[in-house]
T-cell receptor, first 110, second 114 residues
Framework: KQEVTQIPAALSVPEGENLVLNCSFT??????LQWFRQDPGKGLTSLLL?????REQTSGRLNASLDKSSGRSTLYIAASQPGDSATYLC?????????FGAGTTVTVRA | NAGVTQTPKFRILKIGQSMTLQCTQD?????MYWYRQDPGMGLKLIYY???????DKGEVPNGYNVSRSTTEDFPLRLELAAPSQTSVYFC?????????????FGPGTRLLVL
């Protein structure tokens, strides 16, 4: 069974600091890994999707890396802003199923 | 293009009552999913469907039923509601399950069973 762990559970940083969010998974036979953003009381918004054959993906200030052999992914958010405050979820796909971590709740202080 | 829509947004049920959570997508996606999210936890898959008429159990299917009569709709039925079913329910859809495809999520239904 796939187990996905996200560390830390919560993070508070001053505006402008870079954010580093970690995700680890136990079964490396994945199709892809996704990072989602969830705002309070809202649904999930996909931020980045990394296919199993890729090492990283970038979108604006966001960069996600994938090391499938070690079962790890890292999401970097450069120059954080108060609008980046949200919960970030990591999910890995094995066949039809997405397995989610519990998320990292980020607070960016102005 | 509304994406994935869910109704209702919030509902309070008494123990033993039944209800149907509605989910509709307008992207002509083959695959649809139901997840539940408990406080401080990740999402857990309840049921999924790979096309009209085809459904299968996920990780936590007990106490729930689904049907998929059309490509667009994927309702989730709760029979005999229990306090353990208090959660936020998310419906999602995707075109396929290849490495390139993301899942699109609805806004969620918050359910409280008292």
């Amino acid at each position: 069974k796939q187990e996905v762990t996200q560390i830390p559970a919560a993070l508070s940083v001053p505006e402008g600091e870079n954010l580093v969010l970690n995700c680890s998974f136990t079964d490396s036979a994945i199709y892809n890994l996704q990072w989602f953003r969830q705002d309070p009381g809202k649904g999930l918004t996909s931020l980045l999707l990394i296919q199993s054959s890729q090492r990283e993906q970038t979108s604006g200030r966001l960069n996600a890396s994938l090391d499938k052999s070690s079962g790890r992914s890292t999401l970097y958010i450069a120059a954080s802003q108060p609008g980046d405050s949200a919960t970030y979820l990591c999910a890995v796909r094995n066949d039809y199923k997405l397995s989610f971590g519990a998320g990292t709740t980020v607070t960016v202080r102005a | 293009n509304a994406g994935v829509t869910q109704t209702p947004k919030f509902r309070i049920l008494k123990i033993g009552q039944s209800m149907t959570l509605q989910c509709t997508q307008d992207m002509n996606h083959n695959y649809m999913y139901w997840y539940r999210q408990d406080p401080g936890m990740g999402l857990k898959l309840i049921y999924y469907s790979v096309g009209a008429g085809i459904t299968d159990k996920g990780e936590v299917p007990n106490g729930y039923n689904v049907s998929r009569s059309t490509t667009e709709d994927f309702p989730l039925r709760l029979e005999l509601a229990a306090p353990s079913q208090t959660s936020v329910y998310f419906c999602a859809s995707s075109y396929s399950v290849t490495g390139e495809e993301t899942q699109y999520f609805g806004p969620g239904t918050r359910l409280l069973v008292l």
